[in-house]
Nanobody, 123 residues
Framework: QVQLVESGGGLVQPGGSLRLSCAAS????????MGWYRQAPGKQRELVAA???????NYADSVKGRFTISRDNAKNTVYLQMNSLKPEDTAVYYC?????????????????WGQGTQVTVSS
């Protein structure tokens, strides 16, 4: 079973920066779209940023200009660079990916989630 493993969360002061990483736990045949979602207490999970295999990106309006999503296809890893963090960015951040594990048993990509990493922005 493929797992997406996130790292890089923590406590940061307003205006600070964090970099989240997410990597697959086993061999992958192919990864397609990858993204980061977040869920704050009492709120629904929301898309923060997404990136296609070709590198096209889209962002939630609330993070445009502050967050940057990127990926390393050779390492099956996606990153989220978060700058100018605000208290309202506090949430559990989840990695998500459409991928086909190796060896191939089913060619259709499955959708996978990471376990989440806590980001807290507070002074």
């Amino acid at each position: 079973q493929v797992q997406l493993v996130e790292s890089g969360g923590g406590l940061v002061q307003p205006g600070g920066s964090l970099r989240l990483s997410c990597a697959a736990s086993r061999s992958i045949f192919s990864i397609y779209a990858m993204g980061w979602y977040r869920q704050a207490p009492g709120k629904q999970r929301e898309l923060v940023a997404a990136i296609t295999k070709g590198g096209s990106t889209n962002y939630a309006d609330s993070v445009k200009g502050r967050f940057t999503i990127s990926r390393d296809n050779a390492k099956n890893t996606v990153y989220l660079q978060m700058n100018s963090l605000k208290p309202e960015d506090t949430a559990v951040y989840y990695c998500n990916a459409d991928l086909v594990p190796a060896p191939i048993t089913i060619a259709t990509p499955g959708n996978y989630w990471g376990q989440g990493t806590q980001v807290t922005v507070s002074s």
